[in-house]
């Protein structure tokens, strides 16, 4: 299996280099020029190009019998989601990006039969795309427990009401379904009120409310949206895993989406840092050039440190995956959930420094790098409650651990 990843690995790399770097330029041009809804048709192109060549389907490790695909397991994605990382747009090309991976791992572990035909084969085909709709506009979503979007029943059908944000691909004109987090019991216990259900994005009462920006970040074909639900009617044979287990269910998708975020950060980090080298290098400021600065070569040192140490916890925690399940990788998905979005803010804010004015311009990729940097520090659970889980373990592991010798280092002095 090495020998299948490295050689993988050697392809998206020069798939990357030879068809999605050369298209970025226009790309970006015809993003600019466009009016409204836009879909570039080069993304088609590619992805069509990418399927031909066997590279699709890259991150699912447990892929139905006959369905396209790799099936590299998370540890062997992993290195092949940092060089995605390069174009933000590039995990599209080969059918690997968020939120559709993430419920396709969702479906493929908790759907149904029919589900799967219905929902997950499409996917895996890249006919339609897809939603996660959990954080409501409403409520604190940091305590997901807030989350209030009502689940009713009638007859053999669910009922839906409430509003969602944060709602990606909702201008895509494959736009299918959305898997909605919302409370079918709320008299059960907190952590048991709430279920996961399959919305079409055609049912009636189903409404986008607007479309917006991430910190200024123009994402004119995967833009964010909310969402408006009114009592739209869904067959409970839509429901994802089992009722009141929807915490459950997110997460099954949460820890891959986490790990492949993070790697994907991290290959976008690393083209950071070698523009803020270039541009060090062909830059003077009083009479003498910015890359003999100490500040920037301590900047640089710094980065590269930060960098590799966000790489090998990620690659541990995409081998604890593997291994051990989402429940077992939980710690250390926290700790790269923290390490990365942090290391990866500061590189990016170095590399916009170094460029000054140009930096905060469209001509770079930095101040969009720089935004969903800085938004990763909310997205997928914000780092203050990852902190506060981390903290939690550690207390529970000194409960249930024999240190009554620590005294023997303390108690004599």
């Given amino acids: 299996m090495q020998s299948q990843q490295s050689e ?38 590619l992805r069509e190009q990418a399927r031909a060549e066997g590279l699709w389907n890259l991150g699912l490790p447990e892929l139905p019998e006959g369905a396209p695909g790799t099936r590299l397991s998370n540890l062997e994605f992993a290195p092949v989601a940092e060089t995605l990382g390069w174009v933000h747009w590039a995990p599209e090309v080969f059918n690997c990006h968020a939120p559709d ?40 979503s940091s305590d997901a427990r807030n989350i209030a979007c009502s689940i009713t029943e009638d007859g053999d059908h669910f009922v839906i009401t409430g509003r969602k944000w944060f709602v990606g691909n909702s201008n895509l004109r494959n736009w299918d379904y959305v898997v909605l987090i919302g409370v079918t019991d709320p008299d059960a216990p907190r952590t048991d009120q709430h279920s996961a259900v399959i919305v079409p994005t ?13 910190l200024g970040a123009r994402r004119r074909w995967s833009p964010q949206a909310e969402v408006k639900l009114d009592r739209v009617r869904v067959p409970k044979t839509n429901l994802v895993g089992e009722r009141g287990k929807g ?26 840092l070698k523009l803020l080298i270039r541009r060090a290098e062909t830059r003077n400021t009083f009479g003498k050039p910015v890359i003999e600065r100490d500040k920037v070569r301590e900047w640089i040192a710094l980065s590269r440190i930060e960098l590799n140490q966000a790489r090998l916890l990620t690659l541990d925690s995409a081998d604890q995956l593997d291994r051990l399940g989402d429940r077992g990788a939980r710690r250390s998905i926290s700790m790269i959930k923290y ?74 002095r």
């Avoid at 492949?260 to 980090?269: K, P, Q, Y």
């Fill in 101 to 140: 991976l993430p419920n396709m791992e969702m479906l493929q572990k908790l759907g149904t039969e029919a589900q799967k035909e219905r929902w997950l084969k499409p996917m895996l085909e890249g006919k339609v795309a897809s939603s996660f709709a959990m954080t409501e506009p409403d409520v604190a």
């Fill in 247 to 272: 915490f459950a269910a997110a997460q099954v998708r949460l820890a891959t989406a986490r790990i492949h975020h993070c790697m994907r950060s991290i290959g976008a980090a690393e083209v950071a």
């Fill in 202 to 214: 055609d049912a009636p009462g189903f409404e986008v409310v607007r479309q917006y920006n991430i």
């Fill in 8 to 45: 993988i690995q050697r392809r998206v790399e020069r798939f990357m280099k030879e068809r999605i770097l050369p298209q970025c330029a226009a790309l970006h041009r015809q993003a600019q020029e466009a009016t409204g809804e836009y879909r570039p048709a080069l993304l088609d192109d």
């Fill in 339 to 412: 390490a990365v979005s942090e290391s990866c803010f500061k590189v990016a804010d170095r590399a916009l420094q170094v460029f000054g004015g140009a930096g905060m311009m469209e001509d770079t990729p930095l101040a969009d790098f720089l935004a969903d940097m800085r938004a990763f520090r909310i997205y997928d659970g914000p780092s203050e409650i990852h902190l506060q889980t981390l903290a939690r373990l550690e207390m529970q592991d000194r409960e249930r651990d024999d240190t009554d010798w620590l005294g023997l280092l303390v108690d004599s």
